[in-house]
């Protein structure tokens, strides 16, 4: 089975800086995608970034400039690096994964259980 654990999060002051970690084991072949979305209270699952295998990143227009998105292979981990932190960034937030555990097998979505981040002053 495939893990995703997520850590890093915790209650910031508007401004601050924090990093999230996201780090996937188990029966992996290939990872094509990892995501970070995030969830507010009583708000709908957004995007926020991705990255893919190649290294290319996407981030949803209100983190652009403020936070960057990263990936060891090596360690199978991905890093969300969040500067300026705003209070409107509260939510939990979760790894995503689109792989392949074995070769020639299809690709499958795994989630991790997600971290709270808090902004507030």
């Known amino acids: 089975q495939v893990q995703l654990v997520e850590s890093g999060g915790g209650l910031v002051q508007p401004g601050d800086s924090l990093k999230l970690s996201c780090a996937a084991s188990g029966s992996i072949f290939y990872i094509a995608t990892m995501n970070w979305y995030r969830q507010a209270p009583g708000k709908q699952r957004e995007l926020v970034a991705g990255i893919t295998s190649g290294g290319s990143t996407n981030y949803v227009d209100s983190v652009k400039g403020r936070f960057t998105m990263s990936r060891d292979n090596a360690k199978r981990t991905v890093y969300l690096q969040m500067n300026s932190l705003k209070p409107e960034d509260t939510a939990v937030y979760y790894c995503?994964?689109?792989?392949?555990?074995?070769?020639?097998?299809?690709?499958?979505?795994?989630w991790g259980q997600g971290t709270q981040v808090t902004v507030s002053s």
């Open positions: 995503y994964s689109l792989l392949r555990q074995y070769r020639g097998d299809r690709y499958s979505d795994f």
